[in-house]
């Protein structure tokens, strides 16, 4: 039974239960004492007061899920779509870094003397102002020998000697042979004060020997100017972090806490742990808020990107609601005490709405009381087991209908045990259990208990015999289509022609072994999506070139058309092709000689 369902079934029973418990049964006496309906508006409104009350309680609750879960859901997507923006980013600058190492391998620089002779020259400072110069986002490019001394620059020229042996990034990658790329801490400019990062990659020679570094850095006021364009509310804040928990950029700006590690807070030591990405909420280590935080790591680099925002905005329109909720919720209570006579007045047109909705249901239903007798069945109840409605009243007992059930032909096995299967299975049907029964007659019905309460339980019923015929049907078309497609590959594969088939791309959609054979195609090259051009390089044993085969067919696209082909080894091929609606034309291959 689909959840919707089970949630409608279960919403059924509890009220219908608790009509029945708080205002009697219609089917009891005939005759209601003076004081019974006094006594039931004063237990009606009490209950029913109640029932607001805790209600309420649930929405406000659900309210305030929700609104975290919105809010959660709206973070980790921000914190995806800026760690794919900062994996652009990043690789903007790797691949400025990556072509100037290629540079160096077409300049042949295999040695720390090639290194600083050849990158040091005003042409190769031209280079790298070159490279970045439509890169806004990248601060400088430049190059320091095995040494740690800056050979070039893309800042200006002469390049100013500078020792940068002691930075951190260099002395890991000279140090650490496995290493080969590192993202540097925030090293501030002592010029203008800005703050910036190092995507730093190793050189190194024929032999692995380390020649020096190139290094590309980024401002991190690009990054927060780009956060700062993200509308998250006045509450929000976006970090970057490197994956160690070192914090490179914020927005709104920390100063303070630029540089600092977080390594120790929940999002790197158990969510980033595990996994790359995730929600935590804690007390924020810069604001010192209570913060939703939203992490995820960027793809291809050692970075993570959050975004959070602070509890108390999250929850500010749920506050709101809330308050307004409350008062409504205390009207409500004044004014039940009010109309309890209406109630009890109206009981009666209620209960008969109630019945058409119960008979009027797809499903049918069946209520039992603790003493497994029936309180309520509709009429869908009754045809789906083919009762006499006359004896299918409130009162009668479980055992009771389960003989009129087998009276009927619609009982499986003896009535008693039936009923023992029954009162076995209500301990575990609180929350619903359903299982389908095939009937006598041949019936599939899908049966779900659930229990009430009050120590009773509700049943509905569905004939699911039609959909479970249609799904062995799909099943039955499904091993049919199997089999016929392994047939239809069985006699391609044992023609005594080869067959290729191309789509109107010139992709390969179909290929036998013979042809494979006949050419010598590799086996990775018959596979679907193969191109043509792909499938003629791969043909080692024609004369002609891939070129000129792709010409000759493009010539005689949509022609039905016939030709021979002498192999290398002096065999003589038949190649005839058939033009298809939105299909390249088959090729057919006929071994002559």
Known sequence: MPEFLRRVHLAIAGRVSRGFAALG?????????????????????????????????LLLSNLRERAIADSERELQNTALILAAQTDRAFQALDLVESSVIERMQSL??????????????YDTYVVLKDKISGLPHIDVVALVNSRGILMNYSRGWPTPHNDLSDRSYFERLKSDPQLTSFVSEPIRNRGTGAWTIFLVRKVTGPKGEFLGVILGGMQ?????????SIALGDTSAINLFRRDGVLLARYPHADPSIGRSFAGSNVFAKILAHADRGISRQKSGVD?????????????????????????????????????LIGLTVALVVVIGGTGVAMVRR????????????????????????QQRLLVANRRYIELYRLPPDQVKPGCTLHRLIELRAEAGTCIGEPHE???????????????????????????????????????????????????RAEREILERKAELERLNAQFDVCLNNMTHGLTMYDGAMRLTVCNARYAEMYGVPPELTKSGTTYRQILEGRIKEKISPDQAVTDVGRYRGLVRSFLRELDDGRIIAVSHRPLKRMFPPFDHEFLR
């Open 347 to 370: 009981f009666r047109d209620q209960s008969k709405r109630l019945d058409t909705a119960l008979n009027n249901m797809g499903h049918g239903l069946a209520m039992f009381d603790s």
């Open 25 to 57: 049964a219609p089917f009891g006496t005939s005759r209601i004492g003076r004081s019974r309906p006094i006594l039931l508006l004063v237990l009606g409104c009490t209950v029913v007061a109640a029932a607001v009350t805790v209600t309420m309680v």
């Open 288 to 324: 010192q808020e209570e913060r939703l935080i939203a992490a995820a790591v960027v793809a291809h680099y050692p970075v993570v990107v959050t975004a959070t925002k602070t509890v108390a905005a999250v929850l500010s329109e749920w506050r709101a609601e809330a308050k307004y």
């Open 418 to 468: 039936h009923v023992r299967e029954i009162l076995a299975r209500l301990p575990e049907s609180r929350q619903g259990s359903t299982i389908a029964r095939e009937l006598p007659d041949g019936r599939t019905i899908a049966v779900t208990i659930a229990s009430t309460f009050n120590g009773g339980w509700v049943a509905t019923f569905e004939d699911v015999t039609e959909r479970q």
């Open 220 to 228: 991190l006021q690009n990054f927060e100017d780009f956060y700062q």
């Open 108 to 121: 042949g620089i295999v040695s720390s003397e090639d290194f600083d002779r050849l990158m040091s020259t």
